[in-house]
């Protein structure tokens, strides 16, 4: 496993995009007493949970000057995010998604973000002195695949020589493949990326159902490539079925949480992640973080969005 006592701080950067959010329960389109607006983003979900466990945390993305993107900036700078490496683009506009639950609290999402502000930075994010006078305030970076799937390449390449060189022992990459099809040109394409990614990453937090999309096998194949990577902690997400935690000897399951009540799963993997991390940062082992992160997790799927309500997160 990775030795966090090592971190030179507990500094956090998290990298992606954060979206307006329209949501709409129970399969419905339209204006209906329980539609709302909010925001969401996979790792912006993620820090905003580190921030609430005490965690410091920024968030890297792109905005615009907009009335959005400042009320975007409003609620994480409430919730406690660094808002330093917000880059605003005066002419651009944030990301928009619409999100569907059905009876089962499963969701689907509809986005209109090719020309958001985020995706616009990170296009043009190619200059790797760029990244590596970015990374250098932070002990710990965070990343997932839709932050490389929002990048060019020269700006994913530049990306990968910034982390080379940001890389030492006392500084913690972590990775979680959260593979999304339709944010990439294609299949291979991520394979590619995300795989030029792991071979840099010192924790992994994959979710099993992305990492079978897109590269096929089974639990057991998952492990392997990680481990053939020198990954030195894997945690495995499997819904409801728990996790798996990994290192280079051994693997064990951590069971989930049983919830009667599943209304929404929107953000249930980004809130693990952050409890897990936070933990993890804390002083506490693999298991006693995932047992921590499970629930969390438990509680974000028994609420409707991505962020809990401060007052339902557990003591």
Known sequence: MFDFAQ????????????????????????????????????????????????VPVSFLTGLGSDPYSEWLQQQWREEGVGLEQV?????????????????????????????????????????????????????????????????????????????????????????DINYRARGWASASEAATSLNAMIGLTDVALPTLEDEITLFGGSGQTVIQRYRDAGIQELLIKRGPEGVLLVDADTEGLVPALLVDNVIDTTGAGDSYNGAYLSARIKGMSPVAAANAAHGLAAKVIGCRGAILPKESMPV
Request: with cysteine; aromatic share 14%; net charge negative.
């Open 7 to 54: 971190l030179g701080s507990s500094k956090v950067l998290a990298i992606g995009e954060c979206m307006i959010e329209l949501a709409f329960p129970e399969g419905l389109v339209g204006s209906t007493p329980n539609s709302r607006i909010a925001m969401g983003g996979d790792t912006l979900n993620t820090s905003i949970y580190m921030a609430r466990m005490g």
């Open 87 to 175: 880059h605003v683009l005066e002419y651009a506009l944030p990301g928009l998604y619409a999100i569907q639950t059905d009876e089962h609290g499963e969701r689907s999402f509809h986005y209109w973000r090719a020309q958001s502000a985020a995706k616009q930075w990170f296009t043009q994010a190619d200059s790797v002195s760029e990244w590596s006078q970015i990374f250098a305030g932070y002990s710990v970076l965070y990343v997932s695949g839709i932050t490389l799937s929002l990048m060019s390449e020269p700006a994913r390449q530049a990306f990968y020589e910034a982390i080379k060189q940001w890389k030492r022992p006392d500084r913690a990459f972590v990775f």
